[in-house]
C-alpha cells in the first residue's frame, strides 16, 4: 500500500481519513499525489535478495563458525593465566585476546607469523610469543613472560 507524507510522524495508510501521533492526538493528513511516498523501499545493501548470492556468499554461510580464523589462533583459544603470579589475563576468542576486566585494555588483535609465532599490540608496544606444546599449552612472549591456557 501506498503512504502519505505530509505531517512529521504520520504514516497511515491513504484510504485512513487521520491517524493518532502516538501521544494521543489525531492529526488530519493532507495528502496528494505529489506528497504521497511508496512503502515499498529496497532492501539494506547487506540483504542478499533470493538468487541473487555468489558462490562466495553461500561458502561463508555453510562454514562453521571460527572457520574464517586461522587454525593457529584457533588452538590458542581460551583462558590464559602468567606463570608465577597464576594472574588471569584474558580469553583469546576469535582472533584477539578479550583482557581481564581488571586491565583497562583495549581488544588486542592477534596476528600469525612465519614458524607459527604468534604477535598482537598492546599500548602501541608490539609482542611476539612462541607457542610451547605440551599440557597445559604455553605462550612464551617476547618480553619474557610466560602465559599457560586454564580453560577453552
Same mark, same amino acid.
Given at each position: 500500500?501506498?503512504?502519505?507524507?505530509?505531517?512529521?510522524?504520520?504514516?497511515? +495508510? #491513504? #484510504?485512513? +481519513?487521520?491517524?493518532?501521533?502516538?501521544?494521543?492526538?489525531?492529526?488530519?493528513?493532507?495528502?496528494? =499525489?505529489?506528497?504521497?511516498?511508496?512503502?515499498?523501499?529496497?532492501?539494506?545493501?547487506?540483504?542478499?535478495?533470493? %538468487? !541473487?548470492?555468489? #558462490?562466495?556468499?553461500? =561458502?561463508?554461510?555453510?562454514?562453521? +563458525?571460527?572457520?574464517?580464523?586461522?587454525?593457529?589462533?584457533?588452538?590458542?583459544? *581460551?583462558?590464559? =593465566?602468567?606463570?608465577?603470579?597464576? !594472574?588471569?589475563? *584474558?580469553?583469546?576468542? *576469535?582472533?584477539?585476546?578479550?583482557?581481564?576486566?581488571?586491565? $583497562?585494555?583495549?581488544?588486542?588483535?592477534? =596476528?600469525?607469523? +612465519?614458524? %607459527?609465532?604468534?604477535?598482537?599490540?598492546?599500548? $602501541?608496544?608490539?609482542? !611476539? #610469543?612462541?607457542?610451547?606444546?605440551?599440557?597445559?599449552?604455553?605462550?612464551?612472549?617476547?618480553?619474557?613472560?610466560?602465559?599457560?591456557?586454564?580453560?577453552?
Amino acid at each position: 500500500p501506498r503512504q502519505r507524507a505530509g505531517l512529521a510522524g504520520c504514516s497511515r +495508510p #491513504a #484510504a485512513e +481519513p487521520s491517524c493518532d501521533d502516538g501521544m494521543g492526538q489525531v492529526c488530519e493528513c493532507e495528502g496528494n =499525489k505529489e506528497n504521497e511516498l511508496s512503502t515499498a523501499r529496497p532492501p539494506p545493501d547487506d540483504v542478499v535478495q533470493a %538468487g !541473487q548470492g555468489s #558462490a562466495m556468499d553461500e =561458502k561463508a554461510v555453510s562454514q562453521p +563458525p571460527g572457520a574464517m580464523v586461522p587454525r593457529e589462533i584457533r588452538r590458542l583459544w *581460551g583462558t590464559w =593465566k602468567t606463570e608465577g603470579d597464576q !594472574q588471569t589475563m *584474558g580469553r583469546i576468542e *576469535g582472533r584477539e585476546v578479550i583482557w581481564d576486566n581488571m586491565f $583497562n585494555y583495549n581488544r588486542s588483535p592477534l =596476528k600469525v607469523l +612465519p614458524r %607459527g609465532r604468534i604477535e598482537m599490540e598492546l599500548t $602501541n608496544q608490539v609482542y !611476539q #610469543a612462541e607457542v610451547v606444546e605440551g599440557e597445559p599449552l604455553r605462550l612464551r612472549w617476547s618480553d619474557g613472560e610466560v602465559w599457560f591456557r586454564v580453560s577453552r
